[in-house]
């Protein structure tokens, strides 16, 4: 049985085909349910979860402000993944560019490190989305 998170991100986005291709068909989300007739799809990803709604200027969708490119400025999205290499390849694959490439890099949380090798890329509107494959935690020394 599937299960809705507490917390999921709703994306206004230009064009909801561009966009489901790049969520489902590259990064590897699945569609959970979708109403094409109004541009919309939730997707997962192992528990990930995120919707897309195509923007529409006649419908009385929430837009605080004017939709510029690149949307979603100042947010990036963090999606935990088992292993980066397969998503960074389909991407290769098709040569969509990153933001920012591959790294193992440590985040200190209180005692200890947490690593993650990660990477950032923007989706079809710009949003920054940063996958990120789990290194484990080690001990925290100054």
């Not at 990660?118 to 509107?125: G, S």
């Amino acid at each position: 049985m599937f299960s809705r998170n507490k917390l999921v991100p709703e994306l206004i986005v230009a064009d909801i085909n561009k966009s489901l291709d790049f969520w489902t068909s590259l990064v590897g989300f699945r569609v959970v349910y979708e109403r094409p007739e109004v541009g919309f799809a939730y997707l997962d990803l192992d528990g990930a979860q995120i919707m897309l709604e195509q923007y529409d200027p006649l419908e009385l969708q929430w837009v605080t402000g004017a939709l510029e490119a690149p949307l979603g400025r100042g947010i990036n999205l963090q999606i935990a993944v088992d292993l980066v290499e397969p998503v960074l390849h389909r991407l290769a694959a098709v040569q969509w560019p990153l933001f920012r490439t591959c790294e193992d890099v440590w985040y200190r949380a209180d005692t200890v490190e947490v690593g993650q090798r990660e990477f950032l890329v923007q989706d079809p509107d710009g949003y920054l989305v940063r996958l990120a494959e789990s290194l484990g935690e080690r001990p925290y020394s100054l």
